[in-house]
Structures are given as C-alpha cells and as structure tokens.
C-alpha cells in the first residue's frame, strides 16, 4: 500500500544544455511547473547574481533543495582538506537559500585503497564532511554509481547494500544516501533492497529510466526521461513511499536531445514525464479504495 504522494518535482540542472547560464537553468525550471531546483552551490551563487533568478528563489516560488559541493572523496589528503575549508562557505550559502542536503560520490570499488585512498580514510573523510554540513542544517548523502559489468559482486560500494554499510560505519545521523534509480538498476537493485533503508535515514532521490538491453552494459551516457525505459519505476517509487519518503524526486539525465532543446523545452519535457509517472503511482491506490 502506498502512503501518500510525493512532494513535487525537481530538476537537476544537468537535464538542460550544459552552456545554459544557472539563472535561466532557473527560470526553465520554474516556467515549466518544477517546485525544486537541484544545482551545485557555485552554480546556485551564479544564479543569484541575476535578478529574476534570484526573485524567484528569494520569494519562494522554486526551490534550491539539494545540490553539491566543490569537494572529492578521492583527492589528494591536502587537497581534501583545503576543499572541505572551502566547502563549507559553499554549505552556509546553499543552506541561506534552503537547500537541505549535498551529495559526495562514493568510489565503486574497493581492494584494499580505492582511488588512492584507503576506506578508513574515506569514512574520516566523510564524517568530517557531515560535521561540517551538520553545522550549517545539511545532511549528507553518498550517492553510489551502479554501472559496469562487474556489478555487483566485486564493487563493495556499487549497490544500495554497500553504500548504507558505509552509512553505517560512519555513523553520523546527517549521513544518508543518494538513491538514483538509474544506478539502483544497473547494479541489478531489487525493490525489496529499498526497505534496508531506515525511516531516519537521510535521503534524496534522483528520477530517470534506463533502455532495453543487458544492464551491465550500460553507462551513464544511456538514461532516458522517467517512463521511456524498462526500470519499474512504480515499484520503485511505491518502496520509497513504503518506507515513508515524501520528496521531492529530482529528474537527473544527460541526454542529447535534451540538450539539443531550447532550456525551456528541455525543462518542459522533463515535467511532463516525471508527472506522467507520478500520476500513474497513485492509480493503484485510487483502485484499491474504488
């Protein structure tokens, strides 16, 4: 039984041509019916700086809910350290404008140092990220990247399983995870994995649809808008709602033909699919109660 709807829609600015200015990556999201805006700090300054864009951000009337910051898990030691300094200036403005979260990607495997860095230095590394975000009212999610043929066995942190282990280990109550429904799928997730995740558990949810075909062939090159691929978008959506998340669920693709569009007819496109598949998630309820 599914509890309720989502809360609205957001758009990752990467959906829109790359070479579209972070004001009117804004104001297409804005035009098209988006509540929610998913950008990086930098990108959400630039923003500012514009009037109309700021306007719309400053009154409300849509959203900088989560975006990144300038920081790797995977630099070097100094290099990390002098970038979380930086970082947090990034958190303080994201969180003046009310954005709630930001993400750090995990790396995909693990043989004893992954990407040069060993794991108990990437859980240090974390929970001084999450200490940092705790100080300014952000969580952290770690998003885990579910793409290549050695999924799942040989990649410790490629799956929703070995991202809510690290979680785990590092033991912050602001630590929580990025749930993208394209990498649940390529790392072969199953609906049943989504209930491992606790109530409590921070989280944010990226909306995108895969094509047909063997999944451990595809890269990140091959989303599609929610609703033009295989994945069971439904199911998904039903267990994020089974375990009480309320949104918002952001679209995030890359797409050529997207970017191909006007940013405006790019955003447009992409409300109306995620919409598509928010409508249809509340058919079975409505049918159950008929």
Same mark, same amino acid.
């Given at each position: 039984?599914?509890?309720?709807?989502?809360?609205?829609?957001?758009?990752?600015?990467?959906?829109?041509?790359?070479?579209?200015?972070?004001?009117?990556?804004?104001?297409?999201?804005?035009?098209?019916?988006?509540?929610?805006?998913?950008?990086?700090?930098?990108?959400?300054?630039?923003?500012?700086?514009?009037?109309?864009?700021?306007?719309?951000?400053?009154?409300?009337?849509?959203?900088?809910?989560?975006?990144?910051?300038? #920081?790797? *898990?995977?630099?070097?030691?100094?290099?990390?350290?002098?970038?979380? +300094?930086? @970082?947090? %200036?990034?958190? &303080?403005? $994201?969180?003046?404008?009310?954005?709630?979260?930001?993400?750090?990607?995990?790396?995909?495997?693990?043989?004893?140092?992954?990407?040069?860095?060993?794991?108990?230095?990437?859980?240090?590394?974390?929970?001084?990220?999450?200490?940092?975000?705790?100080?300014?009212?952000?969580? #952290?999610? *770690?998003?885990?990247?579910?793409?290549?043929?050695?999924?799942?066995? +040989?990649? @410790?942190? %490629?799956?929703? &399983?070995? $991202?809510?282990?690290?979680?785990?280990?590092?033991?912050?109550?602001?630590?929580?995870?990025?749930?993208?429904?394209?990498?649940?799928?390529?790392?072969?997730?199953?609906?049943?994995?989504?209930?491992?995740?606790?109530?409590?558990?921070?989280?944010?949810?990226?909306?995108?649809?895969?094509?047909?075909?063997?999944?451990?062939?595809?890269?990140?090159?091959?989303?599609?808008?929610? %609703?033009?691929?295989?994945?069971?978008?439904?199911?998904?959506?039903?267990?994020?709602?089974?375990?009480?998340?309320?949104?918002?669920?952001?679209?995030?693709?890359?797409?050529?033909?997207?970017?191909?569009?006007?940013?405006?007819?790019?955003?447009?496109?992409?409300?109306?699919?995620?919409?598509?598949?928010?409508?249809?998630?509340?058919?079975?309820?409505?049918?159950?109660?008929?």
């Amino acid at each position: 039984m599914m509890e309720g709807k989502f809360v609205e829609l957001s758009l990752n600015r990467a959906v829109l041509n790359p070479q579209a200015s972070a004001a009117r990556v804004v104001r297409s999201a804005h035009g098209a019916g988006f509540r929610y805006i998913e950008m990086s700090a930098h990108r959400l300054k630039q923003a500012t700086e514009n009037r109309e864009a700021r306007s719309l951000l400053r009154s409300g009337e849509i959203l900088p809910v989560h975006g990144g910051w300038s #920081l790797r *898990l995977n630099w070097e030691r100094k290099r990390f350290t002098e970038g979380l +300094a930086a @970082a947090e %200036g990034e958190m &303080a403005f $994201a969180a003046q404008w009310g954005s709630r979260s930001g993400a750090l990607i995990l790396p995909q495997s693990f043989s004893g140092a992954p990407d040069g860095i060993s794991e108990e230095d990437l859980l240090d590394r974390i929970g001084r990220t999450a200490d940092v975000a705790r100080r300014n009212g952000l969580a #952290l999610v *770690l998003e885990y990247i579910g793409i290549g043929e050695a999924q799942p066995k +040989a990649m @410790a942190y %490629g799956t929703l &399983a070995g $991202a809510l282990r690290v979680v785990r280990l590092v033991g912050r109550s602001n630590v929580g995870v990025l749930l993208d429904s394209y990498h649940w799928y390529t790392s072969d997730g199953a609906i049943g994995d989504i209930a491992l995740i606790s109530r409590d558990t921070p989280l944010f949810v990226h909306l995108n649809d895969a094509p047909a075909g063997d999944p451990r062939r595809l890269d990140d090159t091959m989303r599609e808008l929610p %609703g033009s691929g295989v994945i069971d978008l439904l199911g998904f959506l039903g267990a994020l709602s089974d375990i009480g998340y309320q949104g918002p669920v952001s679209i995030e693709l890359k797409h050529p033909s997207l970017h191909a569009m006007a940013p405006e007819s790019a955003a447009e496109e992409a409300y109306r699919a995620g919409m598509r598949v928010l409508t249809d998630m509340q058919t079975p309820r409505q049918s159950e109660t008929a």
